[in-house]
């Protein structure tokens, strides 16, 4: 099994070193696939350092503008009063226009920029959500039992969300900050003074160190939360899926209690996050207040002196309004980014877990021929269990039906899911066809065994979709063929909507022997040279069952098929019948030799038919005939 289930992926408490996860994520946009964004994304950085540029520069034209107008014109930058020098009577009246304008463009062009760029961003998050589903599609059978319900969804969610609002905010927040306070620092030690330069870095750093600081405490309790979110959704999830099982035992109260635990838990983690994001923005805001406050002074000490005038101190106060401003958003987005690499580490995390089923690096297409099938020497045993299989071995000729029974837990579905390569033996080979079944590509195996399950499960969408779903291409005559010989064309000629009715979440609006038939008529439909079938009349009633035997005896015509059943009367006329009794085969044979051997199967069989003597009769002669 894999080292992380899916419930531990999502709340394992550490994340990865910042730096690795944010290289990764800039990586996915070096990709090939997105080639075609390169133009954007070279603007975006080209629009946003302009914007950036315009910003910090524009306070310096307001300040000169009102140092004209406190002074009559004749004090301010000497650079920016020598372009305004012709028209003396315009020229505050132009330094106001250039500010408006550079203040629109510094406001503006971002809103061009996210215009244009949104499509990057959300092409990068499909292409890391497509990859992560595909990826947990591929993990083993193993991985999938034991993650909690909604858990793995929640972890390619949050995610494929983190990507997004990382590049966003590293790109367009951070990045552009720290470039504006750059510029900024340049303009204002070489237009007013090095003190504010340096006051202005001292107050931003404090402010960084305070945020990061605070953040990271957060961050333990933001985990924390996030495991009680997960929980809170997971026994959601989990009751109205199984509805059916809540109303039988009559425990909606129960699960109301369960579900009041886990909203009480949510909220305790949220009313402590709620509080120490009060101490992080009171913080905050101390410290701008404290740095412009100094900024302040400085520059009333530089009036009182007669080294600075009124639109100086105005355009220092604008110009470091300008940068502290998205201090407040930067507070915010620092702890976005950090539940974002936390988000997205776990998405990493999962798209780095190793099935324990792969394919051979030279493995081939799987080459169906008559199905025959050999088990030899195989062992297995399921991860948290003492026994499995032992040392089984059997022979399987092409077009022959193979029956399997025996008590609960004896192996018979193991032996199926070995055989479909769901989890590899321990000790053995699997031979289908002359090749082993670790050779060859698990997709090409799987096309050619098809399956009829004891509990076929749907997809909430069209009869079509789901008996396709073996099939894509399949035409509607192709489908109607098939389902007519699993004795379902007359019901689904009788729905108005046809092949368009839809069947309900898991199929819940067809009936037991319907949904049956539907798994029967999508095995005919794929045509496989191999069929299995597990316990697929074992939940049914034995009019439905009937029907439902009719259909199956017609799948399993000209193909080798393995049937483990719980109802022995359904697999009597197998050519050979496999008896499992704790993970070996006890018995092997016919059902009268079997019986004539009077073991484990006859005792069985004796069971399931005691006290209906004329049915038993009856059944014999059957064989017989």
Do not use: C
Request: charged letters at 20%.
């Amino acid at each position: 099994m894999p080292p992380d289930s899916a419930d531990e992926l999502e709340t394992k408490g550490e994340a990865a070193p910042f730096g690795r996860s944010i290289s990764r994520m800039f990586a996915i946009l070096l990709r090939q696939e997105l080639k075609r964004w390169r133009f954007r994304m070279v603007m975006a950085f080209l629009i946003t350092v302009t914007a950036k540029g315009l910003s910090v520069i524009a306070p310096v034209f307001m300040g000169e503008g009102i140092n004209q107008l406190t002074s009559g014109g004749g004090a301010g930058s000497p650079e920016i009063v020598a372009e305004a020098a012709q028209a003396p009577e315009l020229s505050f009246v132009a330094l106001f226009i250039i500010f408006a304008v550079a203040r629109f463009l510094a406001s503006a062009l971002p809103a061009v920029r996210d215009a244009f760029f949104t499509a990057v961003t959300q092409d990068a998050q499909r292409l890391v959500s497509v990859d992560a589903f595909h990826h947990a599609q591929n993990l083993d059978l193993q991985f999938h039992l034991t993650r909690r319900s909604g858990a793995l969804n929640r972890i390619m969610e949050r995610g494929a969300s983190a990507m997004e609002y990382l590049l966003r905010f590293l790109a367009f927040n951070i990045g552009p900050t720290l470039v504006e306070l750059v510029f900024a620092s340049i303009v204002l030690a070489t237009l007013y003074g090095i003190q504010y330069s340096v006051s202005a870095v001292i107050t931003v750093a404090i402010y960084a160190a305070y945020t990061i600081t605070i953040t990271e405490w957060r961050n333990k309790q933001r985990r924390a939360f996030n495991a009680a979110d997960t929980k809170l959704r997971g026994v959601a999830i989990d009751t109205l899926a199984n509805f059916e099982t809540v109303k039988s035992f009559a425990a909606e109260n129960r699960e109301a209690v369960r579900y009041d635990g886990a909203i009480r838990d949510y909220n305790q983690h949220y009313i402590r996050i709620m509080q120490s994001l009060s101490v992080l923005n009171g913080g905050q805001e101390f410290i701008m207040a404290a740095g412009l406050l100094a900024v302040a002074i400085m520059a009333g000490y530089g009036i009182v002196n007669g080294t600075m005038q009124a639109g100086d101190v105005f355009a220092i106060i604008l110009m470091l309004g300008n940068i502290y401003r998205p201090l407040n958003i930067l507070g915010w987005a620092w702890r976005e980014i950090k539940q974002g690499t936390v988000d997205i580490e776990k998405l990493f995390d999962l798209m780095d877990t190793k099935s324990e089923v792969e394919d051979a690096p030279d493995a081939k297409p799987f080459g169906p021929k008559s199905g025959d099938i050999r088990f030899e020497n195989v062992s297995f045993s399921h991860e948290g269990r003492a026994s499995g299989i032992e040392n089984v071995s059997f022979s399987v000729p092409g077009g022959s039906f193979v029956g399997i029974v025996g008590p609960s837990g004896a192996g018979k579905s193991t032996i199926l899911k070995l055989l479909f390569r769901f989890y590899d033996p321990a000790q053995g080979r699997i031979i289908v066809d002359g090749q082993n079944v670790r050779d060859v590509t698990q997709e090409t195996l799987r096309r050619a065994l098809g399956l009829v399950p004891q509990e076929v499960v749907l997809f909430n969408d069209t009869l079509r979709f789901n008996l396709t779903y073996a099939k894509p291409d399949a035409d509607d005559e192709e489908i109607m063929v098939a389902a007519r010989r699993a004795q379902l064309g007359a019901f689904i000629e009788s729905l108005p909507d046809g092949l368009d009715t839809r069947v309900g979440e898991r199929g819940l609006k067809l009936s037991g022997g319907e949904k049956q038939r539907v798994g029967v008529a999508r095995a005919i439909l794929s045509d496989p040279p191999i069929l299995i079938l597990d316990e697929a009349t074992s939940s049914l009633d034995s009019g439905t069952e009937e029907e439902v035997q009719a259909a199956l005896r017609e799948a399993a015509r000209g193909r080798t098929t393995i049937a483990v059943a719980h109802r022995l009367s359904t697999i009597a006329n197998a050519d050979v019948i496999l008896v499992f009794e704790d993970g070996e085969i006890v018995e092997r044979g016919t059902h009268r030799e079997l019986i004539a051997a009077d073991g484990l199967y006859a005792s069985l069989w004796r069971r399931q038919t005691s006290g209906d003597e004329l049915t038993t009769q009856a059944f014999h002669k059957q064989i017989a005939e």
